[in-house]
């Protein structure tokens, strides 16, 4: 089985444009989660959803990081527009269900913004 | 609140010995609490788990304690060796929600 894929391993911004990272959830995982990593803050949870459905919008990461899930096999994590500070290392992850807690990790998305 | 502080944020102890992560909830609802260990340029990875319904859990070196009146979960390592040196995250969810929250890290590294 695959496991959760995400594209591109890095990417490099200028301050102010748009970005869109890619996830590929492990086949048959209803959840899925964004996490932004970083060396301070550690594992921050941006957005997760439930079988397609947003349960969770990522608080203060809402007004400039929008993610969407339009089919049970593809998530995207937009970051509009970019700031230096956004810069870390982008995590998705998914998870079987509710009974099934543990959660697989995709490699990561580095972002770097200028 | 939902937030998980996890101490000590950077810890060195020399091989053989055995190291320990302390996490605090705030969610009292919370009854799953997993523990995921990174390697350097990996993904974080499940180690052990444990929940509510358990205080203390133990596989292949590793042990895992629950207090839920304190709201207070640990990790131990024993016997550490190279190969454990990583970060380690605590974290906690509610089955109910699934949503996992972590804790902000600790990193281990075990000394020759």
């Known amino acids: 089985d695959a496991g959760v894929t995400q594209t591109p391993r890095h990417e490099v911004a200028e301050k102010g444009q748009t970005i869109i990272l890619k996830c590929e959830p492990v086949?048959?995982?209803?959840?899925l989660f964004w996490y932004r990593q970083t060396k301070i803050q550690g594992l921050e949870l941006l957005s997760y959803?439930?079988?397609?459905?947003?349960?969770?919008d990522g608080g203060a990461f809402k007004d400039r990081f929008k993610a969407e899930m339009l089919n049970s096999s593809f998530s995207t994590l937009k970051i509009q527009p970019t700031e230096p500070k956004d810069s870390a290392v982008y995590l998705c992850?998914?998870?079987?269900?509710?009974?099934?807690?543990?959660?697989?990790f995709g490699a990561g998305t580095r972002l770097s913004v200028l | 609140g939902e937030q998980v502080e996890q101490l000590p944020s950077i810890l060195r102890v020399q091989e053989g010995s055995s190291a320990s992560i302390n996490c605090t909830y705030e969610?009292?609802?919370?009854?799953?609490f997993p523990w995921y260990k990174q390697e350097p340029g990996e993904n974080p990875k499940l180690i052990i788990d444990?929940?509510?319904?358990?205080e203390r859990k133990q596989t292949q070196g590793l042990i895992v304690l629950l207090d839920k009146k304190a709201k207070r979960f640990s990790l131990h390592i024993t016997d550490t060796q190279p190969g454990d040196s990583a970060m380690y995250f605590c974290?906690?969810?509610?089955?109910?929600?699934?949503?996992?929250?972590f804790g902000t890290g600790t990193r281990l590294q075990v000394l020759p």
């Open positions: 444990i929940r509510s319904n358990m």
């Open positions: 086949s048959g995982h209803n959840d």
């Open positions: 959803f439930r079988s397609k459905s947003l349960m969770e």
């Open positions: 969610n009292s609802a919370s009854n799953y």
């Open positions: 992850a998914s998870s079987q269900d509710i009974s099934q807690n543990t959660l697989y």
């Open positions: 974290a906690a969810s509610e089955t109910n929600t699934n949503k996992v929250v």
